[in-house]
């Protein structure tokens, strides 16, 4: 086998090593080093620089950990104590919980007055010679769209201007 | 269920005391030796060490829990680092130089690799690692000691892939010698 031959092979291994190969090339890798000595050898001593890299124990400071503990409770604490009053999460789920409830309240209250407005309506056109198909049309167009519409508004608004948080 | 990044990033947003004592614990060995690695020294590691759990909290939020903690924790770790080092110039990391940047122990005192090596072959690599670019031992912890992937590593640097796997290859071509010749 020529060098060039071998080299591919050792740039597989590094590749390997790295994690950036192939699963059809580290087969076709695995089939060469049953066979080949210097890549053999190659693939041993990269494995003892990895093996060397983890023989390092860099001392950590024993009261390390004491003082970055130290530098952080101040600034954790207050505010998480913010947040355990006005809680960012809590506040968002509660937003959205009231967003819809909000929204199927206005709904209702535009459907139930729209009914209670066209009895009224009913009630008034009679002397006025409107007829029924005129009254419903009446009370669509001026209550029932306005109010459905004001309904959706309200799901699109921000929520502080709705005055619900 | 929560996965722990999802708990990890709860607590950070929340600012939770015992989240971070925990991260502390897990993290602040593996921090220590990804500086140094940075760096080439102990000295003033600690300050860092400092600083770099204060922007931890103070950015929490904008970790989402939806990968891994290890890359987000490491590019803020290196962000500060580099941002050290420009004040205090011991070595130029932020500017990628694949050439320069090499670290420079403190004259007469031995380095940390010297000093770290508790086995034989650590002892034989703590030379030739000292004089190796930061960017390549970086290179190298990220991928041997911390078991990172080349996309996440690659996030953490700030390079592409192509260029983490090419350090790589010449981290370990540089001190693959050391042991040639030796293994059958």
């Known amino acids: 086998m020529n060098i060039d031959h071998h080299k591919s092979f050792q740039r597989m291994i590094d590749e390997s090593l790295a994690g950036a190969i192939s699963a059809e090339r580290e087969q076709s890798l695995r089939e060469h080093l049953y066979t080949c000595a210097p890549c053999k050898e190659y693939l041993g001593a990269s494995n003892r620089v990895i093996a060397g890299l983890g023989g390092f124990s860099f001392e950590v400071n024993p009261t390390l950990n004491a003082r970055v503990l130290a530098a952080l409770r101040p600034q954790a604490e207050p505010t998480r104590k913010i947040l355990e009053h006005h809680p960012g999460t809590r506040r968002q789920h509660n937003l959205q919980f009231r967003k819809w409830v909000a929204l199927a309240v206005a709904l209702s209250m535009s459907v139930i007055g729209s009914e209670l407005v066209y009895q009224v309506a009913k009630h008034l056109g009679v002397p006025m010679h409107f007829d029924t198909a005129q009254v419903q049309a009446a009370v669509l167009v001026f209550w029932l769209l306005p109010s459905f519409c004001s309904a959706l508004c309200l799901l699109a608004a921000p929520g502080v201007k709705r005055g619900i948080v | ?184």
């Open chain 2, 1 to 184: 269920m929560e996965s722990d990044p999802q708990r990890i990033a709860r607590g950070l947003r929340q600012r939770d005391i015992v989240v971070l004592e925990a991260l502390v614990e897990q993290y602040q060995y593996r921090l220590v030796r990804y500086l140094v690695s940075l760096l080439g020294r102990r000295d003033g590691v600690d300050d860092i060490v400092q600083e770099i759990w204060l922007r931890v909290l103070e950015r929490g939020g904008s970790y989402d829990g939806r990968s891994r903690f290890e890359p987000w924790f490491f590019r803020v770790a290196r962000n500060i680092a580099v941002d050290a080092m420009r004040k205090r110039p011991m070595l130029s990391l932020d500017s990628n130089d694949e050439e320069g940047g090499r670290s420079s122990p403190v004259s007469g005192e031995p380095s940390p690799y010297t000093l770290a090596a508790r086995t034989q072959d650590a002892e034989r690599l703590a030379h030739s690692l000292q004089s190796l670019e930061p960017v390549y031992r970086e290179a190298l912890v990220l991928r041997f000691q911390e078991d990172l992937s080349l996309q996440e590593i690659s996030v953490i640097v700030a390079a592409p892939v192509s260029t983490v796997a090419s350090r790589i290859y010449r981290g370990l071509a540089t001190l693959r010698p050391q042991f040639e010749g030796e293994t059958a």
